[in-house]
């Protein structure tokens, strides 16, 4: 149980372009969705934090206009890329918490997305 | 000062060996712990959970906090190739809520 999955796994685009990245809890539901960006060779650092059926909340510095979070229903959250950058390139990963039973007061983290924007 | 420190290795031993991760933090308002495991371009599988003070086990792999010196470890026993992977500590305030992540420490188990 408790599986998060992301779709795509990898993107490539060109500057200027949106991209946007699902995340979905298959066996649970999720009231809260986390994304997270990565970087080579350092940490997750949590970019927003997302309820179903309420905005999303960003982290200081992270630009809301230009990543773009919808959190539909419990158990798809989606994370929009705009105007894709170079330095936009990253591996992005989202995590579910569940409501009750599987999942509850635990985040489980999807395979994670490799977005390259040329 | 960052909220986690964690060594990010490498570190590398050998098949068998018992190794030892630590993070400390300086948020005294952490109470949930956690191990992730994570393999390369692929993302983290939670290990442990723990929440206060206190070990727990859990077949190769036993958790420590120590709260009051504000220090965590993660041990693993009888390591294994398959135990190569970068692994991160993590710590909340509230269950489930916002995860503040340590940089991660890349272990290479060598047969």
């Known amino acids: 149980g408790a599986v998060v999955s992301q779709h795509p796994s990898w993107v490539i685009c060109k500057s200027g372009t949106s991209v946007k990245i699902e995340c979905r809890s298959l066996?649970?539901?999720?009231?809260?969705m986390f994304w997270y960006r990565q970087f080579p060779k350092q940490s997750l650092m949590l970019m927003a934090t997302?309820?179903?059926?309420?905005?999303?909340?960003?982290e200081q510095g992270v630009e809301k206009d230009k990543f773009l979070i919808n959190h539909a229903s419990l158990t798809l959250s989606t994370l929009t890329v705009t105007s894709a950058h170079p330095e936009d390139s990253s591996f992005y990963i989202c995590?579910?918490?569940?409501?009750?039973?599987?999942?509850?007061?635990?985040?489980?983290f999807g395979p994670g997305t490799r977005l390259t924007v040329l | 000062q960052k909220e986690v420190e964690q060594d990010p290795g490498p570190l590398s031993v050998p098949e068998g060996a018992i190794v030892s991760l630590n993070c400390t933090y300086s948020?005294?308002?952490?109470?949930?712990f956690m191990w992730y495991r994570q393999y390369s371009r692929k993302g983290p599988e939670l290990l442990m959970y723990?929440?206060?003070?206190g070990n727990k086990e859990d077949g190769r792999f036993t958790a420590q906090v120590d709260k009051s010196s504000k220090y965590i470890s993660l041990f693993i026993r009888d390591s294994q190739p398959s135990d190569s992977a970068t692994y991160l500590c993590?710590?909340?305030?509230?269950?489930?809520?916002?995860?503040?992540f340590g940089t991660g420490t890349q272990l290479k188990v060598e047969l």
């Open positions: 995590s579910a918490r569940g409501t009750s039973g599987v999942g509850y007061n635990e985040q489980f």
């Open positions: 066996d649970f539901q999720a009231t809260t």
């Open positions: 997302s309820n179903e059926g309420s905005k999303a909340t960003y």
């Open positions: 948020n005294s308002a952490f109470q949930y």
């Open positions: 723990t929440y206060s003070s």
């Open positions: 993590a710590m909340s305030a509230r269950g489930g809520n916002k995860l503040t």
